[in-house]
């Protein structure tokens, strides 16, 4: 595979860079980083026991076929939304919009004040509807079943979130009402509308342009980046914040980047990401 040597090992380069900076610095977060990259390790382990390696589906899955204009469109139209969802979010959720969304997110049980429906919104109905009116086809997005095995995989990454989900409730804090809340807002918050956003929109379009496996290492490294704090915050350690999002996330990214890949659809990763999120909440 062309470029695999130098796009991994400069990934490697990156997030260890990234994770002596947190040891000197932050060693919980650092700590913290070392068990993402690990789990993620291991997640993609069980895809790959479970799913086989298929190289002709994996050049045709997540990879855009638009030229000349409309690849120019497709790209402005990821670059504004990537850009938004860093820079324009704080005032999205002042607008009358959002004001409508929250009053909807209530009445579906979801509470005032949550994102799930704003990121639906702005990260996957209206960016894929403006790609779809350009000529995106699913499979370009990750919109697609996926391949045999993936419900085996996703049973294998079921493993260390029903272990918790039992814990928590073993322990009396569980209620199965807010375990749905969690779930619902997981999914549409961060499981799918981000994977749908780098895994589907970013990957797929980068790919235009770059190698699959460098592909797959830059959005790994813009999806640690869009976790960052709000610019203009002057109570943020801007070295440790870049540092530890690229070294607690990148890893995260780019593990469910290599998944979709093989699975042939962005589900399968989106599931895995709501698990993730679910047992943030749940050990929280």
């Excluded at 002596?20 to 700590?31: G, H, N, P, Q």
């Excluded at 291991?42 to 638009?66: F, H, Q």
């Excluded at 990121?119 to 079943?145: C, Q, R, Y």
Aim: charged residues 10%.
């Amino acid at each position: 595979m062309n470029g695999w040597r130098p796009a991994h090992a400069l990934f490697l380069c990156v997030c260890g860079a990234c994770e002596l900076v947190l040891l000197v610095f932050d060693r919980t977060s650092a700590y913290i980083a070392i068990g993402a990259f690990a789990y993620g390790l291991i997640l993609w382990t069980i895809t790959r026991a479970c799913i086989s390696l298929d190289e002709a589906s994996e050049e045709t899955v997540l990879k855009t076929t638009a030229k000349g204009w409309r690849l120019a469109l497709r790209v402005l139209v990821v670059a504004v939304t990537l850009s938004f969802v860093v820079f324009g979010r704080q005032w999205f959720w002042s607008s009358s919009a959002n004001l409508a969304l929250q009053h909807l997110s209530v009445r579906i049980g979801l509470g005032n004040g949550d994102s799930a429906l704003p990121n639906l919104l702005l990260d996957v109905l209206i960016p894929g509807a403006l790609l779809f009116l350009l000529g995106a086809k699913p499979i370009e997005l990750g919109l697609t079943s996926w391949r045999k095995g993936a419900w085996y995989a996703l049973l294998g990454a079921l493993v260390l979130p029903i272990v918790v989900i039992a814990i928590w409730f073993g322990k009396g804090h569980g209620a199965i009402g807010l375990l749905l809340v969690f779930l619902v807002h997981n999914l549409l918050s961060n499981g799918f509308s981000e994977e749908f956003l780098m895994r589907g929109m970013t990957l797929s379009h980068l790919r235009a342009f770059i190698p699959k496996e460098w592909a797959v290492v830059v959005q790994a490294i813009l999806f640690g980046l869009f976790h960052l704090a709000p610019l203009g915050r002057h109570d943020v350690n801007w070295l440790t914040e870049v540092a530890g999002d690229i070294a607690m996330n990148a890893p995260i990214g780019f593990f469910l980047a290599l998944i979709a890949l093989r699975a042939r659809s962005v589900l399968l990763p989106g599931l895995i990401h709501t698990t993730l999120d679910t047992i943030n909440n749940v050990m929280g």
